[in-house]
């Protein structure tokens, strides 16, 4: 039998269709009206407000196998309580005490790494997916190739917040991630963004300044709910999670997304996230994206 190439084999369909409402959101069919409004949407979503957001895109069958996979693994999560500046990097005694280099923030959070997800991982699945890796680039919009990100960590862990947990504000490693959130916290854990703080040329160190004194000029905020997808730039808008209550933790899932396949986290970002660097951190280190603080 011969098929086009662009022509995805039934059982690949339905194994992704396990995973995403595929009969609302046809991604694996490019051509499809539905999925050119949705790109299309989502792209002017993007460019107003520097995220999208896609409601229930999915299962929540696959939402209910992700979450307890985390519970499964809650003996493994890599919890820290660590202080750090926006850029996951040392002090520098050299600069006022007021820039942002030098304003640090005690964060409390756990990740099950991406290297201990289970082999049939619901999530494992979906970031293995050439189509999601197309969806997303198209709704970039996005004039170089993106790729799935080489860090063996940080690619596509689960962030896992506790009551009393907190994510302060930083700036990712990554260019792109998306995020579906698995389990809602009782309260708080609000995602809240800075839709293109700064860019590759421009850290915008005054602004940033601003918001980590509280100006709440640039913030926008997300109602996540279990089963939505964003996609939003996590190294150009700064982010953070506000202090998760309650007795319900909060579960996100985060694939990310990356212009140059060969880069991974500094050592020092994935020790302090993570728990621990590997060899390919130390390897890659001079290989950075760009030449953002980080
Ligand atoms: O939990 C979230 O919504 C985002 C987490 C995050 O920013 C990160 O892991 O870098
Ligand atoms: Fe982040």
């Given at each position: 039998?011969?098929?086009a190439?662009?022509?995805?084999?039934?059982v690949?369909?339905?194994?992704l269709?396990?995973l995403?409402?595929?009969?609302?959101?046809?991604?694996?069919?490019?051509?499809?009206?539905?999925?050119k409004a949705l790109i299309a949407?989502?792209?002017?979503e993007?460019?107003a407000?520097?995220?999208?957001?896609?409601?229930?895109?999915?299962r929540p069958?696959?939402?209910?196998?992700m979450?307890?996979?985390?519970?499964?693994?809650?003996?493994?999560i890599?919890?820290?309580q660590?202080?750090?500046?926006?850029?996951?990097?040392q002090?520098?005694?050299?600069?006022?005490e007021d820039?942002?280099?030098?304003t640090?923030?005690?964060?409390?959070s756990?990740?099950v790494?991406?290297?201990?997800?289970?082999?049939?991982?619901?999530?494992?699945?979906?970031?293995?997916?050439?189509?999601?890796?197309?969806f997303?680039?198209?709704?970039?919009?996005v004039?170089?190739p993106?790729y799935?990100?080489?860090?063996?960590?940080?690619?596509?862990?689960?962030?896992?917040?506790?009551?009393g947990?907190?994510f302060?504000?930083?700036?990712?490693?990554?260019?792109?991630?998306?995020?579906?959130?698995?389990?809602?916290?009782?309260?708080?854990?609000?995602f809240?963004?800075?839709p293109?703080?700064r860019?590759?040329?421009?850290?915008?160190?005054?602004?940033?300044?601003?918001?980590?004194?509280?100006?709440?000029?640039p913030?926008?905020?997300l109602?996540?709910?279990?089963?939505?997808?964003?996609?939003?730039?996590?190294?150009?808008?700064m982010?953070?999670?506000?202090p998760v209550e309650?007795?319900?933790?909060?579960?996100?899932?985060?694939?990310?997304?990356?212009?140059?396949p060969?880069?991974?986290?500094?050592?020092?970002?994935?020790?302090q996230?993570?728990?621990?660097?590997l060899?390919?951190?130390?390897?890659?280190?001079?290989?950075?994206?760009d030449?953002?603080?980080?």
């Amino acid at each position: 039998m011969t098929q086009a190439l662009n022509i995805i084999p039934e059982v690949a369909v339905s194994t992704l269709n396990a995973l995403i409402d595929l009969d609302r959101y046809p991604i694996h069919d490019p051509e499809a009206e539905a999925t050119k409004a949705l790109i299309a949407q989502c792209r002017e979503e993007l460019d107003a407000v520097g995220c999208c957001c896609i409601p229930n895109f999915i299962r929540p069958e696959s939402i209910a196998r992700m979450q307890a996979e985390i519970e499964r693994k809650r003996g493994d999560i890599y919890w820290s309580q660590d202080s750090h500046n926006p850029y996951m990097r040392q002090d520098d005694p050299s600069l006022p005490e007021d820039h942002p280099k030098r304003t640090f923030q005690r964060r409390s959070s756990g990740f099950v790494n991406s290297d201990l997800r289970e082999d049939d991982s619901d999530l494992r699945k979906l970031y293995d997916r050439d189509e999601l890796l197309n969806f997303v680039a198209q709704c970039l919009g996005v004039t170089r190739p993106i790729y799935r990100w080489a860090d063996p960590l940080g690619c596509c862990p689960y962030s896992v917040m506790d009551d009393g947990n907190y994510f302060p504000w930083h700036f990712d490693g990554n260019e792109f991630t998306v995020s579906i959130l698995v389990q809602k916290a009782d309260k708080g854990g609000v995602f809240e963004y800075c839709p293109d703080l700064r860019t590759p040329e421009d850290e915008n160190f005054d602004q940033v300044a601003k918001v980590l004194k509280g100006d709440r000029g640039p913030v926008h905020t997300l109602d996540l709910k279990p089963g939505d997808l964003q996609i939003f730039k996590g190294r150009f808008s700064m982010h953070r999670v506000t202090p998760v209550e309650g007795n319900r933790p909060r579960y996100i899932a985060l694939p990310t997304y990356v212009y140059d396949p060969e880069t991974v986290n500094r050592p020092e970002r994935a020790k302090q996230f993570y728990g621990r660097a590997l060899p390919i951190h130390y390897e890659r280190e001079a290989q950075r994206p760009d030449t953002l603080t980080d």
